[in-house]
C-alpha cells in the first residue's frame, strides 16, 4: 500500500514592509537560525518545512518575498494560491506598523477569500527602540478579525508557534470542510513497512 | 529484452564458472537520502542463490570491466525481499534484507522489475524447498574481499569490518561475511547528486527506512514473561483443573500460549472440522490461568484436534496489534488437518511474534515424514491479510511447539524406561530423532531448544503415570517439545507436568523472558522530527539556487534607433542542474517590454557554472511613440523563474533621449525648433494635449518632414531606386541627430538614408497618417477613387496635409520614372503600408489575407499618385517648392 509522502502541502507566505524581518522568520524557522545581516529579498523564494500537527505530517511550502514598494504589484500575483499569510510589521517601526491595513488591504484584492492570516509584530526582542505597542498589535488584529503574535526571529520567540498555529487553522477548516478527504494518516510503525490498519502510540 | 541479455553477458563475463547469472536489473539504491545507480543480477550455482550488486562506472555497463562488486547477499533464510508499490506515485521500492542489513531499491515500475521481483521471490521459494541441511555458500567466501573495498566516489562509508559483527556467535558463516553492516549514517553523495536530476527520493519510504536503520535510537527493551504449554490431549475432554501446568509458577506471566493436539478424535471432527471439544478445553484454559493476573484472549485458532489459543495479561491488551492465525493441514493427502500446524501472529508493541503448534507425522520411522510436515508447515504457513504476505521465518520471534512426534529410536523400549528410571536422560537425549535430525540441519534449522531435564511425556496409560502397558508397548518418547527462534528470548523453565493425568501425554511447558522492543513515543517522535529536518533540510538545500551579478540593470541615456546592451550573469550556485526562464507577470503578453531583448531568455545552467545572459535595449520605430507620450518608460520588472524554486526580479531602467522620430504629427507642427530644445515635460504635454497650445501658429506639415521632403525634392528626383533601397544605419542616427539638434551644416547622409528616414519618421508615430479607426473604412473604398478622395478630405488637417504633400512629391517623383525607373504601382505599396498601417492587432489577426490588405492599400494610395491633385484645396505652404 503507498504512502503519501506528506497529508498535506500548504502554501504560506510572508507579506510585509522591507526590512521587518520576514526573510528572517523563515530562516529561523526553516534552518533555525539568524543573521544580523540584511540582504534585502529581490523577488520570491520558498522553503519547505514539514511539521505534524494533530497526527497529521504537514508540508508547508513557505514563500518569502519582497517587501520592496516598486514590487507590490507583481508580489500580488503571488497571492493566489496561499492558503494562509502572514502579515509582518516590525515593533520598532512604525510606518511598517501603519502599513499592515495597506497590506490587508491587498489580501482582500488579490488573495483567495477564505485565507488564514496572522500579524506578527517582530523584532519583539528590541525593547529600546520599541515603536509600537503590544496593544496596539492586539487592537489592529482585533478589529480585522485576525490572530496575533509579537515574534523574535533573533531571540527565536514565538516563531514555531506563528507557523504552527497559522497551519493548525488552516487544517481545522480543511478537516471540517472535507471530513472524508482527509489523507489516512501515516503510519508510525515503520519496522517492517507493513500494512498496518492500525497505528500505534 | 535484448539489451537485457547484453546486460547479463556482462554480468556472466565478471562471474566464476559454475555460476550462473540467470536474471538482472538496474535499480537505485538509497543510500542515506538519495539514490545511486546499481545494478543488481541473481546468481545461481548448484542450488544456491545469490543477489549480487554491482557499481557500473558507466550506466548501462559496456564490458565487464566496468563493473564491480559491491556487495553480495546469500539468499539464506535470512533473505527477505519486500515490495513496496506506490499507488500513484508510480515507484516501487524494493527492501531487501538480511540479519541487520538493509538495503533500499527504488525500480522503475514494469514487466522488468515485476520480472526480476519474481526471480527473486523464486529464488526464496527454491530455498524452501530445499530438504537437507541449509545451503552454506562456500562459492560466495571469494566475493567476500570484494564487499570491502569498493571504491566508488559515491558509495557509503566505510562498512564495520565484518569480523567484529557477531564474536559471541563463534565462527561466522559464509553469510555473515558478506554482510558488511552499513552505519545508518546520513551520507549524501553531492557529487552524484550534482550530476543527477532529482536525487531526493520520495519522501515516505525515505523516511520509513531512516526509522528502521535507527530503530534502537528510539525503543527500549520491556521483558514479557512467555509461558507455552503443548498438550496432546488424545481426543479426551478435560476431567481436572489445568492450573497445575498452566498456574505453576510463582508469578504470572504476560502472554500464554497453550497449544493442544488430538482435541478429538472422532469423524466428525475429521470430516467438520466441527467440535465441542474446542469450547470445552477453552475454558478450561482460561479456568487454570494464574490467579494472579486477569487475561484476555488474543485468538483462537483450530485445525481439527490442533488448538492453539494466544492470550495477554489485560495491561498489554491494547499493545497487541495485526493479530491474525491461519492453519496448514498436512495429513491424509498431504493436505487433511489430522496431521499439520496452527498459527498465530500478533505485533506486540513493536516485535512480530509468531506461535505455531503443530503436529507432525506418527510412527517411530516416520522422522523423514515429520521433518517433511516442518518445511511444509515453513513454506506453507502464510498471513496472507498482508501485503505481502508474512511467513512464520517474517517475525522477529517464534515460539513452536507441539507433538512433534519424534521416537527414540535404536533403543530397545524395555532398556529405554530402564534409563529412565534411572535418570539417565543424557544417553537418551543421543538417541532422539529430533535432536539428531537438527544436527544434521535436517528440520529446525535456526530454532533452539532447551535442556531437556523431564521424563519423557510419552506414552503413559491414561489417568496414570505409568508406562504404556498395551500390546503396542511403545517406548517412552519426547513428543512433546518447545523450540524458539529470535533474538532476546531466553528460557526460564521447561518440563512436563506429570500430575495431569488425563492423556497418554504429559503436558510440556516452558517459560520465557523475552525481550519486547517498545517504541519510546517521545525518543520516536524526536527522532521521526530529527528525520524530517534532515530530509526538509536537503529539499531545501537542493532546491534550485543562483545568484545574479546584479538586479538593477541601469542604461544610461538611450537614444532611438541605438540598441544598447548589457549583461548579466546567472550563477548556479547550488547543488542541482538550475532551469531558468523569464516568465511574464501579472497581464503582460511577454516576459518583457518590446524595447528589451533577453537572450537567452531560458536556459539550464549546471552546478557551479554561469550563463551569461544579453540584454538589449532597442527602441525601435514600434516603442518610440509610447516612450515620447509617456505611456511607456524605459523601466521593466524582470522576473527570473528558476524551475522548482525561486523568482528572482531584476529592475531594468533607462534614460530614454525623446526625439523627432516617435513623436506625432500633431505635436511636431507644433514645434517650431529642434525637439531637443523642448524641455520634456512640454513634450509630453504636446503629445497628450491635442488642442492647440498658444503661442505659435502651428506650422501645416512637421518642419522636419518638409527638411526630408524638401531635401529630397531638390536632390533625388532622378535618383533610382528611392525608397526601395535602404540606407546607412549611421546615416539614420546623423540625420536623426541633425533633426533633433538642430544644425547650420547640411543635412548629412544619402539619399536614400534620407527616404528611409522619411519613411521611419511616417512608422515610428503612435498612429498612421490615416487613423486606425479609419483603416476599414479605406481599405474598403480602395476600388473607388471617388470615396477614397472623400476620406482624405475629411482627415484632420495636419493629417490630411501630410497626406497630400507627400502625393505631390511622389507624384513629382513619378513625372521623373524615365530617370529614377520608379513607378506608381511599386511607391503606392510602399507608402500603402504607411499611410494605411495595420492597427496593432489587426495584423495579427490570421482571418484577413495580408497579401490581400496590401493589395488593397496600394490601390487606395495608387489613385492618388495618378490623378491630378491640382483641384484639392491646398495651403500655399505646401507647394514643394516652399521656403523654409
Ligand atoms: N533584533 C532583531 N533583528 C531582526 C529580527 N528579525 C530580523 N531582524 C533584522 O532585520 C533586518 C531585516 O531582516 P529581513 O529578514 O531581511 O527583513 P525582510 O526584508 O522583511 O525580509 C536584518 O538585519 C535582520 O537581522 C528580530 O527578530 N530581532
Ligand atoms: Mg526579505
Not at chain 1, 31 to 43: E, H, K, P, V
Not at chain 2, 19 to 39: D, K
Not at chain 2, 137 to 160: E, I, M
Not at chain 2, 307 to 317: A, D, G, N, R, S
Amino acid at each position: 500500500m503507498a504512502k503519501k509522502t506528506y497529508d498535506l502541502l500548504f502554501k504560506l507566505l510572508l507579506i510585509g514592509d522591507s526590512g521587518v524581518g520576514k526573510t528572517s522568520i523563515l530562516f529561523r524557522f526553516s534552518d533555525d537560525a539568524f543573521t544580523s545581516t540584511f540582504i534585502s529579498t529581490i523577488g520570491i523564494d520558498f522553503k519547505i518545512k514539514t511539521v505534524e500537527l494533530r497526527g497529521k505530517k504537514i508540508k508547508l511550502q513557505i514563500w518569502d518575498t519582497a517587501g520592496q514598494e516598486r514590487f507590490h504589484t507583481i508580489t500580488t500575483s503571488y497571492y493566489r494560491g496561499a492558503m494562509g499569510i502572514m502579515l509582518v510589521y516590525d515593533v520598532t517601526d512604525e510606518r511598517s506598523f501603519e502599513n499592515i491595513v495597506k497590506w490587508l488591504r491587498n489580501i482582500d484584492e488579490h488573495a483567495n477569500e477564505d485565507v488564514e492570516k496572522m500579524i506578527l509584530g517582530n523584532k519583539c526582542d528590541i525593547d529600546s527602540k520599541r515603536a509600537v505597542n503590544k496593544d496596539r498589535g492586539e487592537a489592529i488584529a482585533r478589529e480585522y478579525g485576525v490572530p496575533f503574535l509579537e515574534t523574535s526571529a533573533k531571540a527565536n520567540t514565538n516563531i514555531d508557534k506563528a507557523f504552527n498555529d497559522l497551519a493548525t487553522a488552516i487544517l481545522d477548516k480543511f478537516a471540517g470542510k472535507e471530513p472524508g478527504d482527509a489523507p489516512d494518516r501515516v503510519m508510525v510503525d515503520t519496522r517492517r513497512g507493513d500494512t498496518s490498519r492500525r497505528g500505534c502510540c | 529484452m535484448s539489451s537485457n541479455q547484453d546486460l547479463i553477458g556482462i554480468i556472466q563475463a565478471k562471474l566464476s564458472s559454475g555460476e550462473t547469472a540467470s536474471s538482472c536489473h538496474e535499480a537505485s539504491l538509497m543510500q542515506g537520502w538519495v539514490r545511486a545507480s546499481r545494478i543488481l543480477a541473481l546468481v545461481e550455482h548448484e542450488n544456491e542463490w545469490a543477489l549480487f550488486i554491482f557499481i557500473s562506472s558507466r550506466m548501462p555497463p559496456e564490458v565487464f570491466t566496468d563493473l564491480a562488486i559491491e556487495r553480495v547477499i546469500p539468499v539464506d533464510s535470512d533473505f527477505k525481499c519486500e515490495i513496496d508499490a506506490g499507488e500513484q506515485s508510480g515507484d516501487v521500492y524494493v527492501n531487501i534484507s538480511s540479519r541487520k542489513l538493509k538495503l533500499l531499491f527504488e525500480m522503475i515500475p514494469g514487466i522488468k522489475t515485476n520480472n526480476f521481483v519474481s526471480e527473486i521471490m523464486r529464488s526464496m521459494e527454491a530455498l524452501m524447498k530445499l530438504r537437507g541441511p541449509p545451503p552454506e555458500f562456500q562459492w560466495l567466501h571469494k566475493y567476500s574481499g570484494s564487499t570491502s573495498n569498493r571504491n566508488s566516489a559515491d558509495c557509503d562509508p566505510a562498512p564495520v569490518d565484518a569480523a567484529d559483527v557477531d564474536v559471541t556467535k563463534g565462527a561466522k558463516t559464509v553469510a555473515e561475511k558478506m554482510l558488511d553492516i552499513d552505519s545508518p549514517d546520513i551520507v549524501v553523495p553531492r557529487q552524484s547528486i550534482a550530476q543527477g536530476a532529482t536525487p531526493i527520493a520520495a519522501r515516505e519510504s525515505v523516511i520509513r527506512y531512516q526509522m528502521s536503520m535507527k530503530e534502537d535510537d528510539y525503543t527500549f527493551t520491556e521483558t514479557l514473561r512467555v509461558f507455552i504449554g503443548t498438550w496432546n490431549v488424545n481426543g479426551l475432554p478435560p476431567n481436572a483443573s489445568l492450573s497445575p501446568w498452566l498456574a505453576s509458577d510463582m508469578e504470572p506471566p504476560d502472554l500464554y500460549a497453550v497449544g493442544f493436539q488430538e482435541l478429538d478424535l472422532s469423524k466428525e471432527a475429521f470430516l467438520f472440522n466441527d467440535t465441542p471439544r474446542e469450547e470445552e478445553w477453552r475454558k478450561a484454559v482460561i479456568a487454570g490461568l494464574h490467579p494472579a493476573a486477569k487475561y484476555r484472549q488474543v485468538a483462537l485458532v483450530r485445525l481439527v484436534g490442533m488448538m492453539l489459543i494466544l492470550l495477554v495479561q489485560e495491561k498489554h491488551e491494547k499493545h497487541v496489534r495485526n493479530v491474525a492465525w491461519e492453519t496448514v493441514g498436512t495429513g491424509i493427502m498431504g493436505k487433511m488437518g489430522n496431521k499439520g500446524g496452527v498459527g498465530i501472529r500478533v505485533e506486540i508493541h513493536n516485535t512480530s511474534i509468531c506461535f505455531v503448534n503443530s503436529h507432525l507425522a506418527a510412527h517411530v520411522e516416520e522422522f523423514e515424514r515429520r521433518n517433511q510436515d516442518y518445511h511444509d508447515i515453513c513454506s506453507r504457513l502464510s498471513f496472507s491479510k498482508f501485503v505481502p504476505t508474512k511467513c512464520i521465518k517474517d517475525h522477529d520471534q517464534v515460539y513452536w511447539l507441539g507433538d512433534l512426534n519424534y521416537r527414540i529410536t535404536e533403543m530397545e523400549p524395555r532398556i529405554v524406561r530402564d534409563l529412565i528410571s534411572h535418570n539417565s536422560l543424557s544417553a537418551l537425549l543421543e538417541c532422539d530423532q529430533l535432536n539428531r535430525q537438527r544436527q544434521h540441519k535436517n528440520v529446525f534449522d535456526g530454532y533452539r531448544e532447551g535442556p531437556i531435564t523431564f521424563k519423557p511425556t510419552y506414552k503413559y496409560d491414561p489417568g496414570t503415570d505409568d508406562w504404556d502397558s498395551s500390546e503396542k508397548n511403545r517406548a517412552p518418547a519426547w513428543c512433546d517439545r518447545i523450540l524458539w527462534r529470535g533474538d532476546g528470548m531466553e528460557q526460564k523453565e521447561y518440563r512436563s507436568h506429570p500430575i495431569l493425568r488425563t492423556s497418554d501425554h504429559k503436558p510440556v511447558s516452558a517459560l520465557f523472558e523475552s525481550q519486547i522492543r517498545v517504541i519510546d513515543v517521545v525518543k520516536y517522535r524526536k527522532v521521526h522530527e530529527e528525520v524530517m529536518k534532515k530530509l526538509d533540510k536537503l529539499e531545501n538545500e537542493f532546491l534550485p539556487q543562483v545568484t545574479v551579478d546584479n538586479t538593477e540593470i541601469i542604461f544610461d541615456i538611450v537614444r532611438f534607433l541605438e540598441p544598447q546592451s548589457q549583461e548579466l550573469i546567472i550563477a548556479n550556485t547550488g547543488q542541482v542542474p538550475v532551469d531558468f526562464e523569464f516568465i511574464k507577470k501579472l497581464d503582460d503578453s511577454k516576459y518583457c517590454k518590446e524595447w528589451l531583448n533577453i537572450d537567452p531568455a531560458a536556459s539550464s545552467i549546471k552546478p557551479g557554472e554561469k550563463c551569461d545572459v544579453k540584454l538589449e535595449l532597442f527602441v525601435d520605430k514600434k516603442s518610440a511613440s509610447k516612450l515620447n507620450s509617456g505611456e511607456d518608460k524605459l523601466y521593466d520588472i524582470l522576473v527570473l523563474h528558476l524551475d522548482g524554486g525561486k523568482d528572482i526580479f531584476i529592475t531594468v531602467t533607462g534614460n530614454y533621449e525623446r526625439s523627432c522620430f516617435g513623436s506625432s504629427l500633431e505635436a511636431l507642427v507644433h514645434i517650431s525648433v529642434p525637439v531637443r530644445e523642448i524641455p520634456i515635460g512640454k513634450l509630453v504635454e504636446l503629445e497628450n494635449v491635442r488642442e492647440a497650445p498658444g503661442g505659435m501658429e502651428p506650422y501645416p506639415i512637421p518642419k522636419e518632414i518638409w527638411f526630408l521632403v524638401d531635401h529630397l525634392y531638390r536632390h533625388g528626383l532622378k535618383k533610382q531606386n528611392l525608397f526601395l533601397l535602404t540606407g546607412l544605419h549611421s546615416e539614420l542616427i546623423a540625420i536623426r541627430n541633425w533633426l533633433d539638434n538642430g544644425s547650420s551644416e547640411p543635412l548629412p547622409g544619402s539619399l536614400y538614408s534620407i527616404a528611409e528616414a522619411l519613411l521611419l519618421l511616417l512608422e515610428s508615430t503612435a498612429e498612421p497618417i490615416v487613423p486606425f479607426n479609419l483603416h476599414s473604412v479605406c481599405l474598403g473604398a480602395a476600388t473607388n477613387y471617388l470615396q477614397c478622395k472623400q476620406i482624405i478630405m475629411q482627415l484632420p488637417e495636419f493629417r490630411r496635409n501630410v497626406f497630400l504633400y507627400l502625393c505631390f512629391f511622389l507624384q513629382e517623383l513619378l513625372s521623373h520614372a524615365n530617370e529614377n525607373g520608379l513607378d506608381a504601382k511599386t511607391l503606392a505599396t510602399v507608402f500603402g503600408a504607411i499611410f494605411l498601417r495595420d492597427p496593432p492587432r489587426v495584423s495579427a489577426r490570421g482571418r484577413v489575407n495580408p497579401a490581400v490588405m496590401d493589395r488593397k492599400k496600394a490601390s487606395f494610395v495608387y489613385h492618388f499618385l495618378v490623378n491630378d491633385l491640382s483641384d484639392y484645396v491646398m495651403s500655399k505652404s505646401l507647394h514643394l517648392s516652399g521656403t523654409s
